[in-house]
């Protein structure tokens, strides 16, 4: 069985750091690129960003809201994900789901984590 | 960036209507389109993929169909575990977005 399970949200001040951390397991998280969505209190999804595997060099992509602020990595040994977030802002409080891409790119997002709650406030 | 919108942004239906969804995309996406059901407090839940391709375990009174610009997410007799929040996201080149969401509520 698919399981997603994020960790390391919390209360962060704004211009601080926090690192977001998915562990996966229940497939075989080398073979997958995966994604970080977004989802503000009582608002729509926002997509994050995105890691390929390692056949593709791991490169990512990054929504232009975040780019230069969020780097997505990942440990193939240890099926993990992870989210550095930086100079955070208030308007990153969110739940931030870990959500595996289907196989055969380009393709959805077949399997979300259950998210955790990052809130920046001072 | 591609742009998607989604109408209506609200639904009042009754168990057993018949219920249509429309996504539409800013420029073509060719089938590259998803739908997502996320019910409160819960993570979304893939229904359907490549506009048209039901995941594993949906219930068949959910599909899909479009491509290009203009896509439909149909529910043929509307159950009560279907009252939820339905958004459509297309993969067609980056950065990913998502429609704005519609939710389905008791009429």
């Known amino acids: 069985e698919v399981h997603l399970v994020e960790s390391g949200g919390g209360l962060v001040q704004p211009g601080g750091s926090l690192r977001l951390s998915c562990a996966a397991s229940?497939?075989?998280?080398?073979?997958?690129?995966m994604d970080w969505v977004r989802q503000a209190p009582g608002t729509g999804l926002e997509w994050v960003g995105r890691t390929r595997n390692k056949a593709n060099s791991y490169t990512t992509e990054y929504a232009a809201s975040v780019k230069g602020r969020f780097t997505i990595s990942r440990e193939d040994s240890k099926n993990s994900l992870y989210l550095q977030m930086n100079s955070l802002k208030t308007e990153d409080t969110a739940v931030y789901y870990c959500?595996?891409?289907?196989?055969?790119?380009?393709?959805?997002?077949?399997?979300w984590g259950q998210g955790t709650l990052v809130s920046v406030s001072s | 960036d591609i742009q998607m919108t989604q109408s209506p942004s609200t639904l009042s239906a009754s168990v057993g209507d018949r219920v249509t969804i429309t996504c539409r995309a800013s420029?073509?996406?060719?089938?590259?389109l998803a739908w997502y059901q996320q019910k409160p407090e819960q993570a979304p839940k893939l229904l359907i993929s490549?506009?048209?391709s039901l995941e594993s375990g949906v219930p068949s009174r959910f599909s899909g169909s479009g491509s290009g610009t203009e896509f439909t997410l149909t529910i043929s007799s509307l159950q009560p575990d279907d009252f939820a929040t339905y958004y459509c996201q297309h993969y067609h080149s980056y950065p990913i977005t998502f429609g704005p969401g519609t939710k389905v509520d008791i009429k």
């Open positions: 229940g497939f075989t998280f080398s073979d997958h690129y």
């Open positions: 959500v595996r891409v289907a196989l055969v790119v380009p393709a959805a997002d077949d399997f």
């Open positions: 420029l073509s996406i060719s089938s590259r």
């Open positions: 490549k506009a048209s």
